[in-house]
């Protein structure tokens, strides 16, 4: 898999992610792409692993915002009122693909289902929270041909499953009853790759769950910015992006690729992403990586840490792995096209719009400094109205 000259960043010219299509042909390629990744989920709920249910969730919330914003689209004529019929349509089929993957898990002794129900118990509207735009500015990828070597383990899974546990609550643990422990590991500077994709989904789930006053306590005693520290992360993160894909590491590239998005930063919006992403989706809508089935089949083990999300090959070649990130990335593409559909066809307010907002502004503040003035004015106005003799 290339995507081209192997020096060039994974960047866009000018303020336009995936500039060699218009926002609205992008928009129908994801379209496409989602009907096969949903309609292959549809056809496989009683197999989804309880990770996948993550990823539906995340689908349903990011849907459901690009569905309203297709509506506004449309009213303006930015949009097609077909293309934003088949958002909507897409959105009704992953509630319904929600209900019935969940249903399978319903009376269940799935332990690990157990532990991370609360992880699934609503709808995330990643986008939403994280909708200020970020860029690097100044940072680029790792060259393709700067060499590879793996890295060592910084947790284990068992430490982070226990902290995403804190975020979550669970029977014993009340939500975000965050320690300084897992602090410490989550912000280990030490983490490279899957451990370092865990560290920043932990500052995902953690704000987006509520967490956000418990987290800032514990940073501002061990003296840390969360911000920064996100930013910290994902710019070492996008270091890593090229070492990754051009290793074959391609799920852990997808990974890096569904972070960055989740958090904003325009740099994982480039074309080239978006491109690799559609080309690992195969006819049946699911995502197949053949050497990760390979090395299924031969009982090699080629990663050091787990992904965010376990995996299975379903049908000898689908990833569901793959497939749930794919997901992901296809909703937040989704919505970012949208939103510069929405942006790019915001007319200037006129000259006389702003003498106006501009004169209304004046006259409220009038108001408010004329206020016990203007309330025995309408006093004895309305008084004699009020109570007739």
């Given at each position: ?26 928009i ?8 096969g ?12 692993i ?7 969730r ?52 799935n332990?690990?289902f ?6 699934v118990?609503?709808?995330?509207y990643i986008?939403?929270y ?10 680029l ?31 014993d ?8 422990s ?12 899957y451990q ?28 840390h ?22 290793s ?28 690799i ?17 390979s ?15 376990a ?8 990833s ?16 970012h ?42 006093n ?10």
């Amino acid at each position: 898999q290339s995507t081209g000259d192997d020096n060039s960043p994974l960047t866009f010219d000018d303020d336009s992610p995936l500039d060699d299509n218009s926002p609205l042909d992008n928009i129908k390629r994801t379209l496409d792409a989602l009907d096969g990744v949903v309609g292959w989920a549809l056809a496989h709920h009683y197999l989804l692993i309880v990770d996948f249910l993550f990823s539906i969730r995340v689908a349903q919330g990011e849907l459901e915002l690009a569905t309203k914003d297709a509506f506004w689209a449309s009213k303006s004529s930015s949009l097609d009122y077909k293309t934003a019929a088949h958002i909507s349509i897409l959105k009704d089929k992953t509630d319904k693909l929600a209900e019935l993957a969940l249903e399978e898990y319903e009376d269940t002794d799935n332990q690990y289902f157990k532990n991370f129900s609360n992880m699934v118990d609503s709808k995330y509207y990643i986008s939403l929270y994280y909708w200020v735009d970020k860029t690097f500015g100044d940072v680029l990828p790792q060259p393709a041909a700067s060499p590879f070597s793996p890295t060592h383990k910084t947790f284990s899974e068992d430490e982070s499953d226990a902290c995403m546990r804190e975020i979550l609550g669970s029977d014993d643990v009340a939500p975000c009853s965050l320690s300084i422990s897992c602090f410490n590991q989550m912000t280990n500077r030490e983490s490279e790759d899957y451990q370092l994709t865990h560290q920043l989904l932990y500052f995902i789930l953690a704000q987006v769950r509520g967490c956000e006053t418990e987290l800032d306590e514990i940073a501002s005693v061990r003296g840390h910015s969360i911000s920064k520290l996100i930013d910290q992360l994902t710019r070492k993160m996008y270091r890593r992006l090229y070492s990754v894909l051009h290793s074959g590491r391609y799920d852990l590239f997808a990974e890096m690729i569904m972070i960055g998005q989740m958090l904003n930063y325009k740099e994982f919006y480039a074309k080239p992403a978006l491109d690799i992403i559609l080309l690992w989706q195969d006819s049946t809508g699911c995502y197949n990586d053949e050497s990760l089935a390979s090395a299924r089949v031969n009982n090699i083990s080629r990663t050091i840490g787990r992904k965010l999300f376990a995996d299975e090959i379903v049908d000898e070649s689908c990833s569901e792995h793959l497939t749930a990130i794919g997901l992901i990335i296809l909703c937040l593409t989704l919505r970012h096209q949208l939103q510069l559909v929405l942006h790019e066809n915001q007319s200037p307010l006129p000259t006389y719009s702003v003498v106006l907002l501009l004169g209304s502004a004046c006259l409220f503040f009038f108001i408010l400094c004329k206020r016990r003035t203007v309330a025995r004015l309408l006093n004895s106005l309305l008084y004699p109205i009020l109570n007739p003799q």
